[in-house]
Antibody
Framework: EVQLEESGGGLVQPGGSLRLSCAAS????????MHWVRQAPGKGLVWVSR????????NYADSVKGRFTMSRDNAKNTLHLQMNSLRVEDTAVYYC??????????????WGQGTLVTVSS | DIQMTQSPSSLSASVGDRVTITCRTS??????LNWYQQKSGKAPQLLIY???SLQSGVPSRFSGSGSGTDFTLTISSLQPEDFATYYC?????????FGQGTNVEIK
């Protein structure tokens, strides 16, 4: 079964750091671009970042650029999101998602169950 | 960035109703448009990809249409398990932007 499982969320003070992980199983991670998406409490889905299949290229939302770093270890079937200089507005459930790129399009499937990050003093 | 305008933001409907949700993009995305369903406290799940292709395992009462900048998700006969929030997403370019969501509630 194709699955993603996030971990590493928790409570952190403003200005602090946290490292999220996403463990992949049931498929070859190295064949896919991967993404992080977040959802603040009671709000909609917001794209955060993506990484290409070999980890050589990353993109970030403007709101996290320079503070968050996405990486991957294909040998360990794991993604990471290093989050530094955290702000109250970064409070959200963070999801990792696999992007399937296949004619006729590109889509996210599956998604992990999410991990909650709370930034508060 | 491509802006997504999804409407309505919420709707109330009864079991058996036909429901239509629309999504408009700020520039053409051909058919790089996906729809997701999210139930309370759960992760989003893919319903429709490439504007009109039904994801495996998704009931046939769900359908998608459109191309260019205007897209529609239709539920032909609403079932109790369909009460949820629905999001459109464009995958034409980065960032992969989402619509604001449509909360489908029980009337």
């Amino acid at each position: 079964e194709v699955q993603l499982e996030e971990s590493g969320g928790g409570l952190v003070q403003p200005g602090g750091s946290l490292r999220l992980s996403c463990a992949a199983s049931g498929f070859t991670l190295s064949s896919y671009w991967m993404h992080w998406v977040r959802q603040a409490p009671g709000k909609g889905l917001v794209w955060v970042s993506r990484i290409n299949s070999d980890g050589s290229n990353t993109n970030y939302a403007d709101s996290v650029k320079g503070r968050f770093t996405m990486s991957r270890d294909n040998a360990k079937n794991t993604l990471h999101l290093q989050m530094n200089s955290l702000r109250v507005e970064d409070t959200a459930v963070y999801y990792c998602a696999r992007e399937v790129d296949r004619t006729p399009g590109r889509w996210f499937d599956p998604w992990g169950q999410g991990t909650l990050v709370t930034v508060s003093s | 960035d491509i802006q997504m305008t999804q409407s309505p933001s919420s709707l109330s409907a009864s079991v058996g109703d036909r429901v239509t949700i629309t999504c408009r993009t700020s520039q053409t995305i051909t058919t790089y448009l996906n729809w997701y369903q999210q139930k309370s406290g759960k992760a989003p799940q893919l319903l429709i990809y490439a504007a009109s292709s039904l994801q495996s395992g998704v009931p046939s009462r769900f359908s998608g249409s459109g191309s260019g900048t205007d897209f529609t998700l239709t539920i032909s006969s609403l079932q109790p398990e369909d009460f949820a929030t629905y999001y459109c997403q464009q995958s034409y370019s980065t960032p992969r932007t989402f619509g604001q969501g449509t909360n489908v509630e029980i009337k």
